[in-house]
């Protein structure tokens, strides 16, 4: 089965031609293709082997919103995931796309942060069952693997939602020197 091992979220306007020029780029068929999540967005993909079973794939997602994808059937090797992280990123970023997120993250600027909550928003207590920053992270989307400057953001993100005051003491503590360090 095909699962995500690299997404790369962007917005942007882009036309008919510029989507398929995109699409030609990348060495995409035409089509969508027919497995996989998210198959019913696809508007071309290209299958191909590196030690596993890659397809590339590209989505629509609304009137702006585009998604890079590589999926995987099985674990890709780090070297092909960063190839293709670098790839993705530039064909975005030369159609004008704006680069929202990157999954799995490897640099701050690949983390997509919701806006802060609202102060006075429903739901201000500390309900997860753990007191742990090791288990914090899958919480926030972050990978055990990640690079110290996505947990970084990621950390410093959840300290300043309002919530946060409720976190139990040892957590906070230990938030607290992870950014300190």
């Not at 882009?14 to 398929?20: D, F, H, S, W, Y």
């Not at 999540?37 to 919103?65: I, M, N, Q, W, Y």
């Not at 992280?85 to 640099?107: K, N, Y």
């Amino acid at each position: 089965m095909l699962w995500p091992a690299l997404r790369v979220l962007a917005y942007g306007e882009l036309g008919r031609e510029q989507a398929a020029e995109l699409a030609r780029l990348l060495g995409l068929d035409e089509g969508p293709r027919s497995e996989g999540p998210g198959e019913e967005a696809s508007l071309g993909h290209r299958s191909f082997t590196e030690g596993v079973r890659l397809v590339l794939d590209l989505s629509r997602l609304g009137t702006t919103g585009w998604l890079l994808t590589l999926l995987a059937e099985g674990e890709p090797g780090p070297q092909v995931v960063e190839r293709h992280r670098a790839l993705l990123r530039d064909a975005a970023e030369r159609f004008g796309l704006s680069v929202v997120q990157v999954d799995p993250p490897r640099t701050a600027d690949e983390v997509f942060l919701p806006p802060p909550a609202d102060e006075g928003s429903i739901g201000q207590s500390w309900e997860l069952p753990f007191d742990e920053l090791d288990q914090l992270w899958p919480h926030l989307g972050v990978r055990a693997d990640a690079p110290r400057e996505v947990k970084r953001v990621k950390l410093e993100a959840m300290t300043r939602a309002p919530v946060w005051s409720s976190a139990p003491e040892r957590l906070r503590r230990q938030a607290a020197e992870f950014l300190r360090a």
